[in-house]
């Protein structure tokens, strides 16, 4: 497959800024350059997969966005004014494949039967159910670059598992939506968190190979 030069294909030849205007391709961040570490709560523990290696099951998460809602008032006779009054977060998802013995789909139930006791058909305290995830943004050396936290999360939905006989090749993954109260960007401490994140990584194998 022929490689496309981003340089020659944004800019002109005949540009000044033709062979410097963009970085190596190699600079860029990859999709694939993340780890998304799922906290369970207390009221769990101990659990059977830690977050570690769950983080090598979850095949697609997202850095989430943000928006304001605002209403529009009428000031004066003809202007229309805009004000801000809330926060909107993008919604939580996490795929996540199937393996040793479904053991992820179990945890994710257990999660899910603590915020609802199916038993005596009550929700539990909030403060038993909620937790945090995080989504680790890394660069080329494993880096942190951008570090997302979820604060007070639960999970809302479990997808279903499809089963046909016509899945050839494909494996056994689930969707989890969360809700969460808020989002905030962790400080990045490279030079602090770079031998954890790489011991974390060790343990749960290589994710850019």
């Not at 033709?18 to 350059?33: A, G, M, R, W």
């Not at 095949?59 to 209403?71: E, K, L, T, V």
């Not at 305290?125 to 494993?142: A, C, F, G, R, W």
Request: net charge negative.
């Amino acid at each position: 497959m022929q490689l496309i030069d981003l340089n020659k294909w944004l800019v002109p030849n005949n540009s000044p800024y033709h062979d410097n205007v963009l970085p190596e391709i190699d600079k860029f961040y990859k999709p694939y350059q993340y780890i998304c570490l799922v906290h369970f709560p207390k009221k769990l523990e101990p659990v059977p997969m830690n977050a570690g290696k769950l983080a090598q099951r979850i095949i697609q998460a997202a850095i989430p966005g943000r928006s304001f809602s605002s209403f529009e008032f009428r000031q004066g006779k003809a202007r229309v004014v805009k004000r801000l009054y809330d926060t909107i977060y993008d919604t939580l998802r996490l795929t996540i494949l199937c393996t040793d013995d479904y053991i992820e789909k179990k945890m994710f139930d257990k999660w899910f039967n603590l915020v609802f006791n199916q038993a005596t058909e009550r929700f539990s305290y909030p403060d038993d159910y909620e937790s945090t995830i995080e989504i680790i943004k890394l660069d080329n050396t494993l880096d942190n670059v951008y570090k997302t936290k979820f604060i007070n999360v639960h999970p809302k939905s479990i997808s279903e598992i499809q089963q046909t006989f016509e899945g050839g090749s494909e494996v056994d993954k689930f969707e989890v939506e969360f809700e969460y109260e808020y989002w905030v960007n962790e400080p990045v401490n490279k030079h602090g968190e770079k031998a954890k994140l790489q011991s974390l990584l060790d343990k749960v194998g290589s994710f850019f190979a």
